[in-house]
């Protein structure tokens, strides 16, 4: 078992930057390719980026590609989501995943079996 818990969200201004962490604990996760996924009020959760076990391949959803970056440090056993030019519409509860089947990249949340409780990220104007 893993334990993940996400840190760093806040309320930040269209436009800036912040980076949410996503601490392992209980088993390293180097061997999982790791993912985040976010979920607005009254909306489904959704794909918002992955990194594969060894950091060498990233995949992002449309809505982020090119504002946003996912990275890991196995060493750290920390998972990261920097998040640059913040729109309103980034605002959801972040959470960070462990993939446990099929192949990479993955965008259903049914194939990650390890989560966190979530970080607050609001976007704000």
């Known amino acids: 078992q893993v334990q993940l818990v996400e840190s760093g969200g806040g309320l930040v201004q269209a436009g800036g930057s912040l980076r949410v962490s996503c601490a392992a604990s209980?088993?390293?996760?180097?061997?999982?390719?790791m993912a985040w996924f976010r979920q607005a009020p009254g909306k489904e959760r959704e794909f918002v980026a992955s990194?594969?076990?060894?950091?060498?391949?990233?995949y992002y959803a449309d809505s982020v590609a090119g504002r946003f970056t996912v990275s890991r440090d196995n060493a750290k056993n920390t998972v990261y989501l920097q998040m640059n030019s913040l729109k309103p519409e980034d605002t959801a509860v972040y959470y960070c995943a462990a993939h446990i089947r099929g192949t990479y990249p993955d965008t259903a949340a049914t194939a990650y079996g390890y989560w966190g409780q979530g970080t607050q990220v609001t976007g704000s104007s």
């Open positions: 209980g088993r390293p996760i180097n061997n999982y390719a």
């Open positions: 990194i594969n076990w060894g950091g060498s391949r990233t």
